[in-house]
């Protein structure tokens, strides 16, 4: 099969940076000065409007034309960066100056605020709101309904949950609170709020609220102090770099 460029007539693209191999379906919309690297898609169809191209002709059935048909297209903002391998599905909005790394996803409905790094193969599943000036590691899952207020850090392979007792089907919120810092490999189960401005050690498991400034560590979290003494040992940590 042979690989080439798919740009839908529908689709306002107004940056000239764009790779030979990537598809763009819909009435997308991409702003200046944006990178789309190559082997990104943009505006995938969610799987209703997928099942739909079961009863649709096209010319030679064409499945870019079909995908075409009957996505809704994404919004990618100014000056950003989506490298080879993305997939942003269609009703995503994307702010300004957000960067991706490779081999993300990123479902339907969710937005993504100015200003946000998201890592290489993190998964972010629909429904989610997610805040400006996040740096997400990579190998982070974000499930459905998620909540993320502006500049959280979430550590690589960090797993946020969204049932608690899977597979219910009911889906419930969890919400991480501005400024939060989420360190490797935490898992956050479903439903838990982070406080602001908290901090959750490396490897821990939060089955409890976190409040705001308050650091949590273990398996289930507990308590153990501060975040203003979490800032002290970091800005001590830092004026002894040679």
């Not at 797993?159 to 400024?179: A, F, M, Q, W």
């Amino acid at each position: 099969m042979k690989l080439s460029r798919f740009i839908s007539d529908r689709a306002l693209i107004k940056t000239s940076l764009l790779g030979s191999l990537i598809k763009i379906y819909g009435n997308t919309v991409v702003g200046e000065d944006t990178i789309i690297d190559n082997m990104v898609i943009l505006g995938y169809p969610r799987r209703d409007n997928l099942l739909k191209t079961l009863n649709i002709q096209v010319p030679q059935q064409n499945f870019d034309l079909l995908l075409d048909e009957v996505s809704e297209g994404c919004e990618v903002g100014k000056r950003c960066i989506i490298r080879y391998g993305c997939v942003i599905y269609e009703k995503v909005n994307i702010g300004d100056d957000v960067q991706f790394g490779h081999y993300v996803v990123v479902r339907e409905n969710t937005k993504i605020g100015a200003s946000s790094v998201i890592g290489s193969y993190t998964i972010i599943e629909g429904e989610c709101d997610l805040g400006c000036h996040l740096n997400v590691q990579s190998n982070v899952f974000i499930p459905k309904g998620t909540v993320i207020e502006d500049h959280v850090f979430l550590g690589p392979n960090v797993v946020i949950t969204n049932d608690k007792y899977p597979p219910s089907g009911r889906i419930i919120t969890t919400k991480i609170c501005r400024g939060a810092i989420i360190a490797a490999n935490a898992i956050i189960i479903a439903g838990v709020k982070i406080g602001a401005n908290s901090f959750v050690a490396a490897g821990s498991i939060v089955t409890r609220d976190v409040p705001e400034g308050v650091m949590v560590k273990g398996t289930p979290a507990k308590p153990f102090g501060h975040i203003d003494e979490f800032l002290r040992k970091k800005e001590k940590y830092l004026e002894e770099r040679p």
